[in-house]
Nanobody, 115 residues
């Protein structure tokens, strides 16, 4: 069974940066849609950023300008670079990859922004 494995979360001070990575553990074909979704404590999940197979990128309002989504399609990997982090960015970050026959979610990476 193919799984998504996330890495790169952790504790960072306000104003700092983190880069999240998400890789599929097996072959899933050509990804159609890749995204990062976050869930702050006590709140609902929200879309942070997404990228389609055509390279069309979307950023949610929460981290627009401060985040960059990128991908390595050949390696079924998606990244999220986050800069100028704020305490309100504290959340569990999930990756999502849609490919033919697959809708996959990562296990979640905790990001804590605190001094």
């Amino acid at each position: 069974q193919v799984q998504l494995v996330e890495s790169g979360g952790g504790l960072v001070q306000p104003g700092g940066s983190l880069r999240l990575s998400c890789i599929a553990s097996g072959s899933i074909g050509d990804p159609i849609y890749m995204a990062w979704v976050r869930q702050p404590p006590g709140k609902q999940r929200e879309l942070v950023a997404s990228i389609t197979s055509a390279g069309i990128v979307y950023y949610g309002d929460s981290m627009k300008v401060r985040s960059t989504i990128s991908r390595d399609t050949a390696k079924n990997t998606v990244f999220l670079q986050m800069d100028s982090l704020k305490p309100e960015d504290t959340a569990v970050y999930y990756c999502k990859i849609q490919a033919p026959g697959h809708i996959l979610w990562g296990q979640g990476a905790q990001v804590t922004v605190s001094s």
